[in-house]
């Protein structure tokens, strides 16, 4: 018998890369952000997502956050998981992270004019809090599918796995990214497939 499918759905720099390396170590096969800068596979968001989800156990970061309702009816045995942090936090994290860089996907999320969180501050707290009340109302009547997880407060293999299923391992909670600048020099993952 398979697994059920994992979807983390909390919005970028809210422990995502942390959270799939947990899942990776529990044996899930992850689908990590897909850095899609293509306007045409932003309009064909749903039906790449609907192939790729064949190929894995576990998504993270974009674009699964933007597809939580379809991905539930697809799959209503998965669970979810909801990463989340202090918006003061999650809104200074983007903005160390991302800086001045500027991508589609953003300008998918946030607007046309907020590619990027410098000078959109107002914008990216109300997107960022509308998406978490969103998903908590979405399921509020399906309580067993849901986790919400704050790393950044010490959630981690405890609530992670009893949530799923397994043991905790013995060992520290993975922490992807722990407070660093990101390195604009670094190279990044592939394009989606179109």
Same mark, same amino acid.
């Given at each position: 018998m398979s697994r059920a499918k994992v979807f983390v759905i909390g919005f970028h720099k809210t422990g995502t890369s942390s959270l799939a390396m947990a899942l990776r170590e529990l044996g899930y096969r992850v689908c990590f952000n897909l850095q899609w800068n293509d306007a045409r596979v932003i309009r064909d968001m749903k039906r790449i997502c609907r192939q790729l989800t064949g190929q894995y156990d576990a998504f993270e970061d974009n674009p699964w956050p933007l597809l939580y309702r379809e991905l539930y009816e697809w799959y209503p045995d998965a669970r979810f998981i909801l990463t989340t942090r202090d918006t003061d936090g999650w809104y200074r994290s983007a903005l160390n992270w991302f800086g001045e860089?500027?991508?589609?996907?953003?300008?998918? #999320?946030?607007? @046309?004019? &907020?590619?990027?969180?410098?000078?959109?501050?107002?914008?990216?707290?109300?997107?960022?809090?509308?998406?978490?009340?969103?998903?908590? &109302?979405?399921?509020?009547? !399906?309580? &067993?599918?849901?986790?919400?997880? @704050?790393?950044?407060?010490?959630?981690?293999? #405890?609530?992670?796995?009893?949530?799923?299923?397994?043991?905790?391992?013995?060992?520290?909670?993975?922490?992807? !990214?722990?407070?660093?600048?990101? @390195?604009?020099?670094?190279?990044?993952?592939?394009?989606?497939?179109?």
């Open positions: 860089n500027d991508t589609l996907m953003r300008r998918h #999320i946030y607007g @046309d004019d &907020a590619g990027s969180p410098i000078g959109n501050e107002a914008i990216y707290r109300a997107r960022y809090d509308r998406h978490n009340a969103d998903v908590r &109302a979405f399921f509020a009547d !399906k309580p &067993a599918q849901i986790l919400t997880m @704050d790393v950044t407060r010490g959630h981690g293999w #405890i609530e992670l796995c009893a949530f799923l299923g397994h043991d905790a391992p013995d060992r520290p909670f993975p922490h992807a !990214k722990p407070g660093r600048f990101r @390195d604009r020099g670094r190279s990044r993952p592939p394009e989606a497939p179109p």
